[in-house]
């Protein structure tokens, strides 16, 4: 059995709101180290990243925010990553907005032949330069792993693409702009909204998740951002959305994944302490780590 390494990764540069650099140390405040014990593992923590303290710079062509920083950042983490993976650990890594996985999944990438991803997130995440309303990174990453964006990003820590269309799964969507729908459209992307997910319901959609996976994908990366869920349960997140996944949802989706033995590394992001009401989304972040460790053997 692998050894989990827990690390946080302080990232602030991929969206405005301040506080999500806090969102490590809040899920360790809500016990993350004691509840893994519980269950008998001995989790490793490796500490938080350093992040660059530098400036906040808008790109006056593309009007990307901070580019720079974010891919020296995302740089390191993959390296991190990448380093855990040969040391044989389990990587758990604690955000920090949703750009610093660009960074895990370039670590992770290097390990599989075939990898694939698991995205649980009220967004796609799938905005280039070109359809990014914000300019905001954290709106960026999956398009960045599948080769789409600037060239910083797409090409850190190896060549573009970390990942194949055919090899991702969103679940949780509702917040979607223009050029991500496209997208979806026209690649095919497999994913879920929450539509689907009321119609079908979780335990169908994650069967039929994992079963695509299974077949496509040698190792899973799961980015599981808190603001999939619903902002009555998680209000500690920059960019809540209603109509929202509920805990018992989140936590079936983690236990069913825990059981498939998919998934080689994992990602829990956006808890901003700074928004939240008394640590209760980094609260919900160790029940859901706990549920998906609780199975996984
Ligand atoms: N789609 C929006 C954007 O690109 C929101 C992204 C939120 C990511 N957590 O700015």
């Known amino acids: 059995e692998k050894k989990i390494a827990i690390v946080g990764m302080p ?41 660059g303290t530098g400036e906040r710079t808008v790109d ?5 925010k901070n ?4 891919a020296e950042a995302c740089e390191q983490l993959a390296a ?52 990014s309303p914000s300019g905001n990174i954290h709106g960026m990453p999956l398009a960045a792993s599948l080769g789409l964006g600037a060239e910083p990003l ?6 573009a693409p970390k990942i194949r269309f055919e090899n991702i799964v969103l679940i949780g969507i509702r917040d979607l702009d223009e050029g ?33 996976l299974r077949e496509r994908a040698d190792g899973v990366h799961l980015s599981f951002d808190l603001d999939s869920l619903d902002p009555s349960e998680a209000p500690g997140v920059g960019t809540p959305v209603k109509g929202g996944l ?3 949802e989140a936590r079936l989706a983690m236990e069913m994944l825990g059981e498939s033995g998919l998934i080689a590394s994992c990602e829990f992001v ?10 209760q989304t980094a609260g919900r972040a160790v029940d859901l780590i706990a549920a998906l460790f609780e199975r996984m053997r």
């Open 154 to 159: 797409i090409n850190l820590y190896g060549s």
């Open 67 to 70: 580019l720079h920083q974010v």
């Open 246 to 248: 509920t805990f018992r």
């Open 180 to 212: 991500e729908k496209r997208l979806i459209r026209e690649r095919k992307i497999k994913a879920y909204t929450m539509h689907e997910i009321d119609r079908a319901g979780m335990k169908r959609v994650m069967e039929e998740a994992i079963a695509y």
């Open 80 to 131: 991190q990553v990448d380093r855990l993976f040969g040391q044989n650990f389990f990587p758990l890594v604690l955000g920090g907005d949703h750009s610093m996985a660009i960074g895990t999944i370039a670590g992770a990438a290097k390990h599989f032949r075939n990898p694939g991803i698991l995205w649980i997130d009220a967004h796609g995440d799938l905005n280039t330069p070109e359809t």
């Open 60 to 64: 006056p062509e593309t009007g990307m």
């Open 270 to 279: 956006e808890v901003n302490p700074l928004l939240d009401t008394k640590n």
């Open 11 to 51: 990232m602030s540069y991929g969206q405005p709101h301040p506080g999500v650099a806090l969102g490590p140390d809040a899920v360790r405040h809500a016990g993350l180290t004691e509840r893994l014990r519980q269950l008998g593992l001995a989790p490793e923590d490796m500490g938080n990243m350093e992040i």
